[in-house]
């Protein structure tokens, strides 16, 4: 492993040279890296789904954002309008928001190379999803250089830890990523279509063509589940769903409620804005999963804000000047804090597909 150390710098970041920032220190709240069983992916039977998929397959091929994606001149001097606070959430958000991009293409790109002999057709839905990935993560990092710092995405894919996921989990997690990230872009963009005022970079303005990508993502999923069976039916499937679901809403809510500035400078409150998403979201995986999280129970929200709490006061203990064994005794008792809620959050009974009902916002 590289090391990433590395120096304050005018821009304000840590950067490893001139106008390249260093990544953030990986968390359980940052964007990961995956790798999966690629035999296994390629040996996938697709015949109990495969009309849709070869369906979907004809989308991707349209390509229908392969003009989207062009900066305009509203881009110039965009950045040196914003305060130093703002500029720093900013380019935090579009940090993460790369880093999930761009892990979403090297996870595509190396299914979509290894399987392709074996089964054709999946390979190239992965190359379509691909290549659409690879377009925003370029679009966001030259929205980051617009702020003097850039990612270097070939240093992040040799020195990044890389998780490993068995296929199925890989469907969970990619499926949510991708509907959470449709909900989050389009919330957003309808936001700031009624509020212009606070549409602080233009970058905003290509979030309703970019959201239809990652729709388009989470529909090939679906698509995907449903041609293995197993990963949506029966009593071990419901319990790998309560817990993909569970922990991408947790982990966003905890991120950003510790971010809310950069929702502030759009106009939004961060807990509402991730309770609109986190419904809509749950409202949508109705669709293919068999169970989804009782999100409306008073309790999942109080839980939630407890983990909240316990990880502002992590975040205290570290910032603090007291010897490391002592910060470690005062971290145990908000880590057991923590693993208490989850697994009370787990434990709460979810709701089968077939019964929920949608609440009225």
């Not at 040196?80 to 993460?96: I, W």
């Not at 068995?166 to 990523?177: C, E």
Request: proline share 4%.
């Amino acid at each position: 492993m590289v090391s990433t150390a590395s120096a304050p710098s005018t821009s304000g970041f840590d950067e490893l040279s001139p106008g390249i920032k260093a990544p953030v220190k990986d968390t359980i709240l940052t964007p990961r890296f995956y790798t999966t069983d690629f035999e296994a992916m390629a040996k996938m039977d697709l015949k109990p789904n495969e009309e849709e998929l070869e369906a979907i397959c004809e989308e991707f091929r349209k390509d229908y954002n392969r003009h989207h994606f062009v900066r305009s001149e509203a881009f110039d001097g965009a950045a040196d309008k914003l305060d130093v606070k703002t500029r720093k959430v900013f380019v935090e958000f579009l940090e993460q928001s790369c880093t999930s991009e761009f892990s979403g293409f090297l996870l595509y790109k190396e299914l979509s190379r290894r399987i392709k002999r074996q089964n054709p057709l999946l390979a190239e839905c992965f190359a379509h999803m691909s290549r659409d990935e690879a377009r925003h993560a370029g679009f966001l990092n030259k929205s980051m250089a617009d702020f003097g710092v850039q990612l270097d995405l070939g240093f992040l894919t040799a020195n990044k830890d890389y998780t490993f996921f068995q296929p199925r989990f890989i469907f969970y997690a990619t499926y949510l990523s991708e509907k959470i990230g449709y909900w989050r872009y389009i919330i957003i963009y309808r936001h700031l279509e009624k509020n212009p005022d606070c549409k602080i970079f233009p970058i905003f303005n290509f979030f309703e063509n970019w959201c239809q990508d990652e729709n388009r993502h989470g529909d090939f999923f679906d698509a995907l589940m449903k041609a293995q069976p197993a990963t949506v039916r029966g009593l071990v499937a419901r319990l790998w769903c309560r817990f993909f679901l569970l922990s991408v809403f947790a982990t966003m809510y905890v991120r950003d409620v510790a971010r809310k500035e950069f929702y502030e400078a759009l106009g939004l409150d961060a807990r509402s804005y991730d309770k609109h998403v986190i419904a809509k979201t749950n409202e949508t995986s109705a669709r293919v999963f068999p169970v989804v999280l009782n999100v409306d129970h008073p309790h999942f929200y109080e839980r939630l804000e407890r983990i909240v709490s316990h990880n502002a006061s992590l975040r205290a203990v570290d910032e603090s000047a007291a010897p490391m064994a002592m910060k470690l005794a005062r971290k145990l008792s908000h880590w057991l804090g923590n693993a208490l809620e989850m697994t009370m959050l787990f434990l709460a009974r979810p709701i089968r597909s077939e019964d929920f009902q949608p609440a009225v916002r």
